[in-house]
Nanobody
Framework: QVQLVESGGGLAQAGGSLRLSCAAS????????MGWFRQAPGQEREFVAA????????YYADSVKGRLTISRDNAKNMIYLQMNGLKPEDTAVYYC?????????????????WGQGTQVTVSS
């Protein structure tokens, strides 16, 4: 199993930047494909980005391509989401997710392990 703890959320102005972090416990972190999801008030949780076990492959939702960047550091058991060019519609709780299956499958089916979430609020 893996335990996930997000941090780095907060309040930003439109056009600004934030960097989210997710710390993972366990010695097998590099065996998980990792992803970020988000849930806005009154909406379903949606896929944001995913990264393969060795970091070579990344996938993004169309709504965030070119603005958000996912990365990971297996030596530190960390993943990150660099958020640039923030928009008010990026306002949501952001969740870190770990999956044992193929990375690309995260686009349609989250893994079994979730963090508690971190709030991102973007003002116009």
């Amino acid at each position: 199993q893996v335990q996930l703890v997000e941090s780095g959320g907060g309040l930003a102005q439109a056009g600004g930047s934030l960097r989210l972090s997710c710390a993972a416990s366990g010695r097998t972190f590099s065996s998980y494909a990792m992803g970020w999801f988000r849930q806005a008030p009154g909406q379903e949780r949606e896929f944001v980005a995913a990264i393969s076990r060795n970091g070579d492959w990344t996938y993004y939702a169309d709504s965030v391509k070119g603005r958000l960047t996912i990365s990971r550091d297996n030596a530190k058991n960390m993943i990150y989401l660099q958020m640039n060019g923030l928009k008010p519609e990026d306002t949501a709780v952001y969740y870190c997710n770990a999956a044992t299956g193929p990375t690309e499958r995260l686009k349609i089916h989250p893994g079994d392990y979730w963090g508690q979430g971190t709030q991102v609020t973007v003002s116009s």
